[in-house]
């Protein structure tokens, strides 16, 4: 009867640990990466690891629409990219500009057709995000020829042009 108690002492002993260990409120965390969404699957729901990466690649945007990196920039404009065809266009980019505010014109090469002002979301001396809408009429849209796109600042001192930059929206053939 002595063993029997022993046995089953060392039974009971083995079924306590088994169950605290199996009831543990702490799990072994996730290894790196687990849990997480895979990096293909990022870029697939339109996020990369390094936001800020800018090396005049194409991407595309949601809609299928082909974004293109503009390699050229200035003091007051960087990071710029055009999306869009057939006169329609969104840029998007950073402007460091007086105030947040800057000027456009989408030119043919021989005239202007289309001019405006915008904002960024903030002013100089903060760099700031900014999105243009562009949409020619479809009049004024050549069949052939470069469009491209001035963006500038006003001078306060004498209204001319200052931290001008200009780069084609599109080839048309």
């Known amino acids: ?72 920039h200035n003091q007051a404009f960087r990071k710029l990219t055009v999306a869009g065809k057939s006169g329609r266009y969104t840029v998007r980019g950073q402007a460091r500009v007086t105030e947040g505010q800057f000027r456009y014109a989408v030119s043919d090469g021989h005239n202007y057709l289309l001019e405006g002002s915008s904002q960024a979301q903030s002013g100089a001396p903060e760099w700031a995000a900014f999105q243009l809408s562009l949409d020619l009429p479809k009049a004024k849209v050549p069949q052939n020829g470069t469009l491209t796109l001035e963006l500038f600042e006003i001078s306060p001192k004498d209204g001319s042009r200052e931290n001008e930059i200009v780069f084609p929206l599109e080839n048309l053939q």
């Open 1 to 72: 009867m002595h063993a029997w108690r022993k046995i089953s002492g060392l039974l009971s002993l083995f079924l306590l640990a088994g169950a605290i260990s199996g009831c543990s409120a702490s799990e072994t965390p996730p290894q790196q990466g687990e849990g997480q969404p895979k990096e293909e699957e990022k870029q697939r729901q339109g996020e990369t690891s390094d936001p800020e990466s800018s090396n005049g690649k194409k991407e595309k945007e949601e809609e299928g629409e082909e974004v293109r990196e503009v390699a050229d």
